[in-house]
C-alpha cells in the first residue's frame, strides 16, 4: 500500500520558518539601515544582497524567487535580473537518507525491485533528486526522490514569500501581485504530489502521441508515490552542447522544442511551465530533423479553452491595430478595469512578445540575442510607465504562459535558431476551435485521471 503523501508540520513549519526568516529578515534590516544612509531600496546592491541570501537559502523559496525573476513585471527591474539568475542546483542527500526514503516508500525490501540502483544522485534541484537503476527486464529507469519534510518547508516558504514581496511592494507597487503568488503556490503544492506528476506523464504521453519530434518518459506505478516517481531513464545530450552545431541542426532542435511546449497548449490547453535548460534534452539532431526529450512534469498549467481564444485575439488585435479587439482580448486573459492608457503600456509588452510570430520571415527570436536579458529592457520601460499610471493586477492565468514565452525564447536565443515562427504559430492558432480543444482536453485528462481546468 502505498503512502500517503507527507504533510506539512508545525514543527516542520517552524524550523524551516526561523532559518528563512533569519535569513530574510537580516536583508530587510540591512536593507533599511542602507535606506536610512542615502541608498534606496531598489538600488542594485540590494538586489545582489538579496541573490546571495536567496540562494544560501536554497529550497522552496528559492525556486519561487527564481521563478518571479523570470516573470516579466512581477517584480522591480532591479531585482528580476539578480532573481533570475538564481540556480536551482542543491547539494544531494547523502546515501542514509536514499535508503531511508526508498524503504519508507516501497518497504524494507526495496532493493529487490532494482538489478542495479545508483546510490549517488544524478541530479539534485530544490524539491528532490535522481537515481538511476537498472529493473530485471533489462530496463534502465531514472527515480525522483522527494527531500523529507518538503511540505512544511514549502508552506513556510510561501509564508516568507509575502515578506519578500511586501519589500518588492515598498519599491514598485504598479504591480499587484496577489494572483502571481497564489498561481506560484498552487503550482508548488502540485510539485510536491509525484502522484500528480506521474499523472502528467500520462496526460503528455496522450498529447504528444505519434510526435516524432518529442519523447516522454514512460512511468511505472508501481514503483512510484507520493514523494517517489520512477520513469523510464531517456538518453541524451545537454542541450547547450549543441551550440556550435551546423545552423541547420540548431534550427531543427528549436523547431522540435517549439511544438513540443505549443502543440499541447493548442490541441488540448496544456502548457510545460518551467521550460529551463535541466528539463529537456536532446536525444538526436540532424540537417533533417530533431528528437527532443521532456524531463520534468512537475510544473503544468491546464487553462480552459477560452483563455487560447484570448491569445488568438490578442494576435489579431496587434496585427490589425483595433484597439477594442485588444481591449477585449485583454478580459479574456483575466485582466480587469484596464483604463486605456494602462491597456497601451501592456501592449508594448504584449507587441514584444507576439513580434516573432507576427512578422513571416526567417529570424531570431529577439534581434538583439542577448539570452540572459530577452525580454528584460522592454519589461523594464513597461514598469516604468505603469508607476506612473496605476497599480495592475496580474491574472493567475497569465503567470505560467508569460514565463513559458520568454524561457523559450531565452532557449532559442541560446541556440542561435532562425526560423519563420511566424508560420509555425499560425499553424497552430488557424487549427484551433474552442469545441474542439474542450473536447480533445475532456478526454486527455479523463484518460490521465486529472480534473478539468
Same mark, same amino acid.
Given at each position: ?6 504533510q ?6 517552524i ?6 526568516g533569519a ?7 540591512g ?16 538586489a545582489?544582497e538579496? %541573490?546571495r541570501v536567496?540562494?544560501e537559502l536554497?529550497?522552496?523559496?528559492m525556486?519561487?524567487?527564481q521563478i518571479l525573476?523570470?516573470?516579466p513585471?512581477a517584480?522591480? @527591474? $532591479?531585482f528580476?535580473?539578480?532573481?533570475s $539568475? ?13 535508503r ?6 516501497l518497504?524494507?525490501k526495496?532493493r ?14 530544490s /524539491? +528532490?533528486?535522481?537515481? %538511476?537503476a ?9 527515480? %525522483?526522490?522527494?527531500y @523529507? ?8 516558504d /510561501?509564508g516568507?514569500?509575502?515578506l519578500?514581496l511586501?519589500?518588492f ?5 504598479s ?9 506560484l ?9 509525484y502522484?500528480r506528476?506521474?499523472?502528467?506523464l500520462l496526460? &503528455? ?5 505519434? $510526435? @516524432?519530434?518529442?519523447r516522454?518518459?514512460?512511468p ?8 517517489l516517481?520512477?520513469m523510464?531513464?531517456l538518453d541524451?545530450?545537454r542541450l ?9 541542426v540548431?534550427?531543427r532542435?528549436?523547431?522540435?522544442l517549439?511544438?513540443?511546449w &505549443?502543440?499541447p497548449f &493548442?490541441?488540448? +490547453? ?14 538526436s539532431?540532424d540537417?533533417?530533423?530533431?528528437v527532443?526529450?521532456l524531463?520534468?512534469f +512537475?510544473c503544468?498549467?491546464i ?12 494576435y489579431?488585435?496587434i496585427?490589425?491595430?483595433d484597439d477594442?479587439?485588444?481591449?477585449h482580448?485583454?478580459?479574456m486573459?483575466?485582466?480587469k478595469?484596464l ?5 497601451e ?12 510570430l507576427l512578422?513571416?520571415?526567417?529570424r531570431p527570436?529577439?534581434l ?6 530577452y525580454?528584460?529592457?522592454?519589461a523594464?520601460?513597461?514598469?516604468q ?10 491574472p493567475? $492565468?497569465?503567470?505560467?504562459m ?9 532557449v532559442?536565443?541560446q ?5 519563420n515562427w ?8 488557424d487549427?484551433?476551435?474552442v469545441?474542439?480543444v474542450?473536447?480533445?482536453q ?6 490521465? +485521471?486529472?480534473?478539468s481546468?
Amino acid at each position: 500500500m502505498q503512502p500517503m503523501a507527507e504533510q506539512s508540520t508545525l514543527s516542520g513549519r517552524i524550523a524551516r520558518f526561523a532559518k528563512v526568516g533569519a535569513n530574510l529578515g537580516g536583508f530587510a534590516a540591512g536593507a533599511a539601515v542602507a535606506r536610512a544612509g542615502g541608498r534606496a531600496l531598489d538600488d542594485p546592491k540590494n538586489a545582489a544582497e538579496l %541573490k546571495r541570501v536567496l540562494g544560501e537559502l536554497k529550497g522552496p523559496l528559492m525556486k519561487l524567487a527564481q521563478i518571479l525573476g523570470n516573470i516579466p513585471d512581477a517584480v522591480p @527591474p $532591479e531585482f528580476a535580473k539578480q532573481l533570475s $539568475e538564481l540556480q536551482a542546483n542543491a547539494p544531494p542527500m547523502g546515501q542514509g537518507f536514499v535508503r531511508r526514503r526508498m524503504a519508507g516508500e516501497l518497504g524494507p525490501k526495496w532493493r529487490e525491485r532494482f538489478v542495479d540502483f545508483s546510490p549517488e544522485a544524478v541530479a539534485a534541484a530544490s /524539491l +528532490g533528486q535522481v537515481h %538511476k537503476a537498472t529493473l530485471a527486464t533489462g530496463e534502465t529507469v531514472a527515480v %525522483k526522490l522527494q527531500y @523529507p519534510d518538503m511540505a512544511s518547508a514549502v508552506e513556510a516558504d /510561501l509564508g516568507q514569500l509575502d515578506l519578500m514581496l511586501s519589500l518588492f511592494r515598498r519599491v514598485d507597487g504598479s504591480i499587484d501581485t496577489a494572483e502571481i503568488r497564489d498561481e506560484l503556490a498552487a503550482r508548488l503544492r502540485e510539485e510536491l504530489d509525484y502522484g500528480r506528476e506521474l499523472k502528467h506523464l500520462l496526460l &503528455y504521453a496522450q498529447m504528444l502521441a505519434g $510526435e @516524432p519530434h518529442v519523447r516522454v518518459p514512460r512511468p511505472f506505478a508501481d514503483l512510484s508515490t507520493p514523494r517517489l516517481l520512477t520513469m523510464e531513464w531517456l538518453d541524451g545530450t545537454r542541450l547547450l552542447d549543441w551550440k556550435d552545431k551546423p545552423a541547420d541542426v540548431r534550427n531543427r532542435i528549436a523547431e522540435a522544442l517549439f511544438l513540443a511546449w &505549443y502543440r499541447p497548449f &493548442y490541441r488540448v +490547453g496544456v502548457i510545460h511551465g518551467d521550460p529551463h535548460l535541466g528539463n529537456y534534452s536532446v536525444a538526436s539532431a540532424d540537417a533533417d530533423g530533431a528528437v527532443v526529450n521532456l524531463l520534468d512534469f +512537475g510544473c503544468v498549467r491546464i487553462f480552459p479553452p477560452r483563455f487560447i481564444e484570448g491569445v488568438n485575439e490578442l494576435y489579431r488585435a496587434i496585427e490589425a491595430d483595433d484597439d477594442d479587439r485588444a481591449a477585449h482580448a485583454f478580459e479574456m486573459w483575466g485582466f480587469k478595469g484596464l483604463t486605456r492608457e494602462i491597456r497601451e503600456v501592456l501592449l508594448v509588452w504584449a507587441r514584444f512578445l507576439y513580434g516573432p510570430l507576427l512578422d513571416d520571415r526567417v529570424r531570431p527570436i529577439d534581434l538583439d540575442g542577448r539570452p540572459g536579458e530577452y525580454g528584460r529592457a522592454t519589461a523594464a520601460k513597461v514598469h516604468q510607465e505603469l508607476k506612473k499610471l496605476g497599480t495592475v493586477t496580474i491574472p493567475a $492565468e497569465f503567470v505560467f504562459m508569460d514565463r513559458a514565452a520568454i524561457g523559450l525564447g531565452g532557449v532559442f536565443i541560446q541556440l542561435g535558431a532562425e526560423l519563420n515562427w511566424s508560420r509555425l504559430f499560425r499553424q497552430l492558432m488557424d487549427d484551433f476551435a474552442v469545441a474542439d480543444v474542450e473536447a480533445r482536453q475532456a478526454a486527455a485528462l479523463s484518460g490521465a +485521471g486529472l480534473a478539468s481546468a
